[in-house]
């Protein structure tokens, strides 16, 4: 079991910048490729980016490419997102998961945490 909680959500004006994170609680983190999730109101929920175990290998939603950035410290046992030029389009709750299994980029991932609002106005 993996328990993961986000923070570092919040308002935003257009054009601005933040920076989320994902603190995991298992000493096995590094064997975890790990991804952020996010859902608009009234939208399904869909991928945002996804780093492999190592975080050698990133993987990006053509959304957010180039104003998004994924990376990890396996020894923190973290997983920042980077968000820059912040559009309202990208409000929503963001959720960051978990994936065990081998595939990459990974398929269903297996943990999930409680997700934090981002909400960007104009």
């Known amino acids: 079991q993996v328990s993961l909680v986000e923070s570092g959500g919040g308002l935003v004006q257009a054009g601005g910048s933040l920076r989320l994170s994902c603190a995991a609680s298992?000493?096995?983190?590094?064997?975890?490729?790990m991804g952020w999730f996010r859902q608009a109101p009234g939208k399904e929920r869909e991928f945002v980016a996804a780093?492999?175990?190592?975080?050698?290998?990133?993987y990006y939603a053509d959304s957010v490419k180039g104003r998004f950035t994924i990376s990890r410290d396996n020894a923190k046992n973290t997983v920042p997102l980077q968000m820059n030029s912040l559009k309202p389009e990208d409000t929503a709750v963001y959720y960051c998961?978990?994936?065990?299994?081998?595939?990459?980029?990974?398929?269903?991932?297996?943990?999930w945490g409680q997700g934090t609002q981002v909400t960007v106005f104009s």
């Open positions: 998961a978990a994936y065990s299994g081998s595939i990459w980029p990974p398929g269903e991932y297996d943990y």
């Open positions: 298992r000493r096995t983190f590094s064997r975890y490729a």
């Open positions: 780093i492999s175990r190592s975080g050698g290998s990133t």
